[in-house]
């Protein structure tokens, strides 16, 4: 083959990968987040029409390798349509701690707004065991009073 013909080849090669790359989709199983403790983790907020906010709180790690979960969460409120501002929540530095030794963690957080607006919660889960490394998860959900 001459160098014009390999070049030719070769770029032919690498454009029918980047063409197959856009149009082949992923399975789930190489697109998912892989982690080491932890199968799964949610945050989903909503606000009551009196004003309570509620933060629903969930970590799913692996039975006989998760040994502990801690949890860190706050609140923010945007303000001008543009910056977010943490709100005081009555914890100290206004981030609500956490933590259970079982594989698993549910809970409900619950804080009575003082105000309309939009309103960004933030959750971080440290989920350790023997898996290997922590998974540190975090979360958001934005929701609107």
């Not at 029409?49 to 709180?57: D, K, M, P």
């Not at 790690?61 to 709100?87: A, N, P, Q």
């Amino acid at each position: 083959m001459n160098a014009m013909t390999k070049k030719g080849t070769l770029l032919m090669l690498a454009m029918l990968t980047l063409v197959m790359s856009i149009f082949v989709p992923l399975n789930k199983a190489s697109a998912a987040t892989t982690y080491n403790n932890t199968t799964k983790a949610t945050l989903s907020a909503s606000i009551e029409s009196t004003g309570c906010l509620s933060a629903s709180l969930y970590v799913m790690g692996i039975k006989g390798k998760t040994t502990s979960i801690d949890v860190s969460l706050y609140v923010e409120k945007r303000i001008l349509g543009v910056f977010w501002s943490r709100i005081d929540i009555g914890c100290t530095n206004n981030i609500w701690h956490d933590s259970t030794t079982n594989y698993y963690y549910t809970h409900i957080f619950s804080h009575n707004l003082n105000s309309t607006g939009t309103y960004r919660v933030t959750v971080t889960y440290t989920v350790s065991g023997t898996g290997g490394s922590s998974d540190v998860i975090t979360l958001t959900d934005t929701v609107t009073y």
